[in-house]
């Protein structure tokens, strides 16, 4: 139950985070190459920058929990702190979304090039299935 919760902060923060600087990220670069498209490695490169900057985010954030790095302090103080579920949970959930563990899956095709991209974190996979011809049969 407990490591459920853990993972549910991380897959909350990740599914909030992570699709809104992805679309920033590709605004910012179509606004510097416009009218142009970005080049495919660009788009690539964002992909793959946004799942760090999200997980760099969530250790950031859980870091900063502890003043100086949490040295010199006392285990009992230090689980007293950050176990604080019962006053409203705060800093409970930024250790558990430092504890727990996520998959993302991010696909964008752009019609006009024919790109696809595709970029995961964890152990998720993608596959493409291309229809060539459908026939429909009366009988």
């Known amino acids: 139950r407990i490591l459920?919760?853990?993972?549910?902060a991380t897959v909350d923060y990740a599914a909030e985070r992570l699709p809104a600087l992805v679309r920033t990220s590709l605004e910012t670069s179509l606004q510097q190459t416009y009218p142009a498209f970005p080049r495919p490695q660009r788009i690539s490169?964002?992909?793959s920058q946004s799942?760090?900057?999200v997980e760099?985010?969530?250790t950031s954030?859980?870091?900063?929990l502890f003043p100086q790095g949490g040295a010199n302090v006392r285990?009992?103080?230090m689980k007293g702190y950050i176990n604080d579920a019962s006053s409203g949970g705060a800093r409970h959930v930024r250790v558990?979304?430092?504890l727990g563990g996520t998959t993302a899956l991010l696909a964008l095709f752009h019609e006009a090039s024919s790109n696809?991209?595709?970029a995961n974190l964890g152990d998720c996979c993608a596959g493409l299935c291309v229809i060539i011809s459908v026939r429909h049969r009366s009988s």
């Open 75 to 77: 285990s009992d103080v």
């Open 116 to 118: 696809l991209w595709v």
């Open 96 to 98: 558990s979304r430092m």
């Open 61 to 64: 954030d859980f870091l900063s």
């Open 4 to 8: 459920g919760h853990v993972n549910h």
């Open 51 to 53: 799942i760090v900057d």
């Open 56 to 58: 760099a985010a969530i």
């Open 45 to 47: 490169e964002i992909l």
